[in-house]
């Protein structure tokens, strides 16, 4: 067995003075190693960081770990400004850690969410010591799916992200008065406590008033009104050309970040750079976690026993082998576990993996289903005299999120739930297709295009898909959001993006998709008026039309059955 030596708090000075601290593991002896690098802003002795790579398992496979608290965060020094110096410190942080003594001059990154953020942007600034990132459950256009989505403020995210946040800053602020640190914690955690029914519904939603009381930094929204740097310090969509080094993509379907992880991957392979893909039935808090929401997806869906065949944490290092060791230290049964192809993603509805040679699946065919009159969802074209459907949206009584991809406060747990509480609402229209007589698999990118008016200047838009199972039970798949201005009263069409799935409805069940206004408090809420950034609203009487003139209709890109593709083993079926 590998001994394991441990340095904590090494400090690393930054090119500006900053000094910022992490604990080093390391096989014992001289080395040299390949080193791991992760930086964090949640504590680089956080559990959960911990454990999304074990470093004592990297240490046995022969690595250095190096796990590092970010600018102003828990041991390092600095203020606190969430994702303004990452691409500068990582890669900073990258040239000291291949330095370090025992290291061999070779660094990959690793680490989900914010960590796998401050990964491309480190890779972005080029440092040579960097060979490969492997980025999870991370984001790539920040207003779509980090600061806001379709136009909306990502407000169950930021609000609660951004609070958390808040107590290691006030612990710093306040280290030498302990009467007004507890103080201003007792308070924070009370605004954490009743987010559900309290600082979520103040307005406007585009100036936090929580933020002030407490005076933490937001995540970014606000920040990036004032301060177009703060999107470009951690977007990724267009730093692409700028990153020359192999990618492991992974991410999950009830992710927040689900897109983007897809997006990052897609653009690196287009690029011809090394780049794979692994996309499980997981959440964001539940990484790797085989139960989301209201189903079990099987064991064979948890990181810790993948498809039966390895952890996530091996996949990781296997790819770390590929890349930062010689071939002649990679052991057979190393090689044999990398995955074959560069795509691996779990289907839900039958549960099991697939492997796939790319990202989206070139045989997937869109295919519209059309809303109709009573409800109906259906493949043909609508008639043209059908009359079209109203609802009354109140930003008063908004929709509540029940489920999805979301990363929100404890009431909020993300996945799949039965949508019965939100399909009895008056203001959700249900439109329901047929029962299926044979299995139809959905893998990639679903959008909606809605034809709609409403009486207000500006409103929102929000579709779901659903499966509804024999029994009548309609579980949530996917959805988004679309705000809009306009003349009051006039119809026009919309396109809702509702990122991607991977999921075969299955035989008897049927699809089902929710058209309503409102997913509160994942999204802020539209007033109905000329602005949002205020504190009036308004109902609206919106109508969505389904005439063979005014189609709306739901786009689904279809895998035809029967078609090759490769097994959970890289083989063709």
């Not at 007792?186 to 519904?201: I, Q, S």
């Not at 279809?558 to 890289?570: K, R, Y």
């Amino acid at each position: 067995m590998t001994d394991v030596r441990i340095e904590f708090d090494v400090p690393a000075e930054m090119r500006d003075g900053v000094v910022l601290r992490a604990d080093v593991f390391r096989p014992a002896g001289a080395g040299p190693w390949p080193v791991l690098l992760v930086r964090t802003p949640y504590s680089k002795q956080d559990p959960g960081i911990l454990a999304t790579l074990n470093p004592l398992a990297a240490v046995r496979r022969g690595y250095l770990v190096v796990v590092q608290d970010t600018r102003g965060r828990y041991g390092s020094e600095g203020e606190w400004e969430p994702l303004r110096h990452e691409q500068a410190d990582g890669y900073d942080t990258v040239r000291w850690a291949a330095a370090l003594p025992g290291a061999n001059g070779l660094v990959g990154m690793y680490g989900p969410s914010y960590l796998g953020n401050a990964q491309w942007m480190a890779a972005a600034g080029k440092p040579p010591e960097l060979k490969a990132i492997a980025p999870a459950f991370t984001w790539s256009e920040p207003f779509d799916g980090l600061f806001g989505r379709g136009g909306a403020i990502e407000l169950g995210l930021g609000a609660n992200w951004s609070l958390q946040q808040g107590a290691n800053l006030i612990s710093r602020r306040f280290h030498d008065a302990p009467d007004e640190r507890h103080r201003r914690l007792v308070a924070l955690v009370a605004e954490l406590d009743g987010l559900d029914t309290g600082a979520y519904w103040e307005l406007p939603a585009a100036a936090f008033p929580a933020f002030a009381r407490h005076q933490v930094p937001d995540l970014g929204y606000q920040r990036a009104l004032a301060d177009p740097d703060v999107v470009a310090a951690c977007r990724v969509t267009d730093k692409y050309d700028q990153i020359d080094l192999p990618t492991l993509n992974i991410g999950g379907w009830y992710d927040v970040f689900i897109q983007g992880t897809l997006d990052n991957f897609r653009a690196m392979s287009d690029t011809g750079r090394p780049a794979q893909l692994i996309v499980g039935p997981w959440s964001h808090r539940s990484q790797g976690g085989h139960q989301q929401g209201e189903l079990n997806f099987g064991l064979a869906a948890n990181e810790r026993s993948l498809d039966l065949r390895s952890t996530l944490g091996e996949l990781q290092l296997d790819w770390f082998d590929r890349w930062l060791k010689p071939a002649a230290d990679q052991s057979a049964a190393q090689r044999r576990s990398a995955p074959q192809a560069p795509v691996r993603i779990f289907l839900t509805g039958v549960n099991r993996w697939r492997d796939e040679p790319a990202w989206p699946l070139a045989r997937a065919v869109d295919t519209p289903m059309y809303l109709g009159t009573g409800g109906r969802l259906h493949v043909e074209p609508p008639a043209p005299d059908e009359e079209p459907d109203t609802f009354r949206y109140d930003p008063a009584d908004p929709v509540r999120t029940h489920g999805g991809q979301i990363l929100m406060a404890t009431e909020y747990p993300p996945g799949p739930f039965d949508q019965e509480r939100v399909e009895r609402r008056p203001d959700v229209l249900v439109y329901t297709g047929e029962p299926l007589t044979d299995d139809l698999e959905v893998t990639g990118r679903v959008r909606m295009r809605l034809v709609a008016a409403s009486s207000a200047p500006g409103t929102d838009w929000v579709a779901r898909l659903c499966d509804v199972d024999p029994a009548g039970v309609s579980r949530n798949l996917a959805d988004g959001i679309v705000r809009v201005t306009g003349e009051p009263g006039q119809p026009a069409e919309h396109e809702i993006d509702l990122w991607s799935i991977g999921h075969v409805f299955r035989r008897g069940h049927r699809l089902r998709v929710q058209v309503t206004s409102s997913n509160f408090p994942r999204w802020d809420r539209n007033p109905n008026t000329e602005s949002v950034d205020g504190t009036d609203s308004t109902f609206a009487d919106q109508t969505v039309h389904h005439d063979a003139a005014r189609p709306s209709r739901i786009i689904l890109p279809v895998v035809p059955a029967g078609e090759p593709v490769l097994d959970g083993t890289g083989s063709r079926d």
